[in-house]
């Protein structure tokens, strides 16, 4: 069965750190880029950041770039997110996905709930 499971998600607060993480199954994962989404209480879907298939280039949204940093374990088949300097704007379901950029139908988790409060 092709999917993608995250975890990590949680509550932290401001200033924090989290770590997400994205179990691939299914599919030969290496061969694909693979990339972070999120979707903030009553918005769109948002493009985080992106990984090449060798972990050669990531790719960050000016929201996130230098407070995260995504990662991924091709034998693992995981793909990771790891979140510092949380702020409370980064409260949202984060999903993992494949390939570059946000692409309408592509292959999406369940997402995983990150709240950053005090």
């Known amino acids: 069965q092709v999917q993608l499971v995250e975890s990590g998600g949680g509550m932290v607060q401001p200033g924090g750190s989290l770590r997400l993480s994205c179990a691939a199954s299914g599919f030969t994962f290496g061969l694909h880029y693979m990339t972070w989404l999120r979707q903030a209480p009553g918005k769109g879907l948002e493009w985080v950041s992106a990984i090449a298939r060798d972990s050669g280039i990531a790719y960050y949204a000016n929201s996130v770039k230098g407070r995260f940093t995504i990662s991924r374990d091709n034998a693992k088949n995981t793909l990771f997110l790891q979140m510092n300097s949380l702020k409370s704007e980064d409260t949202a379901l984060y999903y993992c996905?494949?390939?570059?950029?946000?692409?309408?139908?592509?292959?999406r988790g369940q997402g995983t709930q990150v709240t950053v409060s005090s």
């Open positions: 996905a494949r390939g570059l950029k946000l692409i309408p139908g592509q292959l």
